[in-house]
């Protein structure tokens, strides 16, 4: 693993480039979750990915490391408040760790960013959603991360003890269930029925509409991320289905 990804971890602390310092957490990604997403990555082959939201850069460091195991070229950021909100700690520690030149970044909201690589045709072996963490900004995510994500590619999804990142989820698993499929062995299984009654009660007290994502969740054990496979890409019977079609979510 990079140094710099290891002295981080062990100090807790991140630095700007004038040598100011910033606590790391609780705005990035833990290191069991970034070990994973490493794993993620290298395990697909993944050459070129992607990520939305970029914070003090430690998902870039975990992904740009796996690229480069993997002997990839380039890795691609989007967060337009990363000078505002992260002082630019984010590409200042991509720098450090050496992985400038395998570097892309877009300082602009995604739904901007992801349509113009849409345009350009890029094509990305894996993608990490972890930016605007509202319902409608992770489902925008995942609508343009389907269109530039290659057959068996992965799609992770932070943070699925949000009920908004639950609810994206769940769209997923109802409505685009031929092409997308969750890999249970990245952090999910099944859980006991006590528990599982347990969590489907206290999800519909806090969501009572969320009758799907309460059942569906009640029965997973999840870490704090979700990923899912790639298995089929969108083709003309899709686009020329019914209008109706829709499944609740």
């Known amino acids: 693993m990079n140094d710099l990804i290891r002295q981080i971890y062990e100090t807790g602390v991140v630095e700007d480039r004038d040598g100011r310092k910033y606590d790391v957490f609780p705005s990035s990604i833990?290191?069991?979750?970034?070990?994973?997403?490493?794993?993620?990555?290298?395990?697909?082959?993944?050459v070129r990915t992607l990520e939305t939201g970029m914070a003090y850069?430690?998902?870039?460091?975990?992904?740009?490391q796996a690229v480069k195991?993997?002997?990839?070229?380039?890795?691609?950021?989007?967060?337009?408040?990363q000078a505002a909100w992260w002082h630019n700690v984010g590409l200042a520690n991509v720098e450090r760790a050496g992985f400038a030149a395998n570097h892309r970044f877009f300082a602009a909201p995604s739904y901007?960013?992801?349509?113009?690589?849409?345009?350009a045709g890029e094509r990305f072996d894996a993608i990490f959603i972890d930016g605007n963490h509202r319902f409608e900004y992770s489902l925008i995510d995942f609508i343009f991360g389907d269109q530039l994500l290659n057959k068996g590619g992965c799609l992770i999804l932070h943070d699925p003890w949000m009920p908004s990142i639950r609810k994206a989820i769940s769209f997923i698993v109802r409505n685009r269930d031929?092409?997308?499929?969750?890999?249970?062995?990245?952090?999910i299984g099944a859980d006991t029925r006590w528990r599982a009654s347990m969590k489907f009660l206290k999800a519909l007290r806090e969501n009572p509409y969320d009758l799907f994502a309460a059942r569906f969740f009640a029965r997973k054990t999840l870490r704090n991320y979700c990923v899912f496979r790639k298995i089929r890409s969108i083709?003309?019977?899709?686009?020329?289905r019914?209008?109706?079609v829709y499944c609740s979510f």
């Open 235 to 240: 083709s003309q019977e899709d686009i020329d």
């Open 242 to 244: 019914a209008w109706d």
């Open 69 to 81: 195991d993997n002997g990839g070229t380039q890795h691609v950021s989007m967060d337009p408040y």
């Open 178 to 187: 031929e092409s997308y499929q969750i890999v249970p062995e990245y952090g």
């Open 57 to 64: 850069g430690l998902s870039s460091l975990f992904m740009l």
């Open 30 to 46: 833990s290191r069991a979750d970034g070990e994973a997403i490493y794993r993620v990555v290298r395990d697909s082959g993944a």
């Open 112 to 119: 901007n960013a992801m349509p113009e690589l849409l345009k």
